[in-house]
């Protein structure tokens, strides 16, 4: 079965890229990562656009936060959603929840924020 090298998600034979991160997938699970983590993951947010997951990302991953991006479109249909008005959510592994919803709330309110003021 090939793994993702960035989340560690593993896919079907004949999957060749990950749906999540777009890395491209590799014969063995990554080094270092406990794939028993992945069952205690929690979404911190829902995002509304493929662009919102990666920046949000990176926010959590500077500040030492692994996540995950969970898209909810069916991959090779491109019109078909899962029933949801969002694109996706973004999971943390539970313990990291509250840090991580206190990092996307102040970067919310900074863009929140009236550049005149």
Same mark, same amino acid.
């Given at each position: ?30 080094? &270092?990562?406990? @794939?028993?983590?992945?069952? #205690? ?5 829902? +995002?509304?656009? =493929?662009? *919102? ?34 694109? &996706?959510?973004? @999971?943390?592994?539970?313990? #990291? ?5 206190? +990092?996307?709330? =102040?970067? *919310? ?9």
């Amino acid at each position: 079965m090939p793994w993702c090298p960035k989340c560690g998600k593993e896919y079907p034979p004949e999957e060749t890229d990950c749906e999540d991160c777009n890395a491209v997938l590799e014969s063995a699970p990554p080094q &270092g990562v406990d @794939l028993r983590d992945y069952a #205690d993951m929690v979404p911190v947010c829902y +995002l509304e656009n =493929e662009i *919102e997951g990666p920046l949000l990302q990176d926010i959590l991953e500077e500040s030492g936060i692994h996540s995950i991006i969970r898209s909810y479109k069916i991959p090779g249909y491109d019109l078909l959603e899962c029933g949801t008005s969002n694109w &996706g959510e973004l @999971l943390v592994l539970e313990p #990291d929840l509250e840090k991580a919803t206190k +990092l996307l709330d =102040e970067y *919310e309110k900074g863009i929140d924020k009236d550049p005149a003021s």
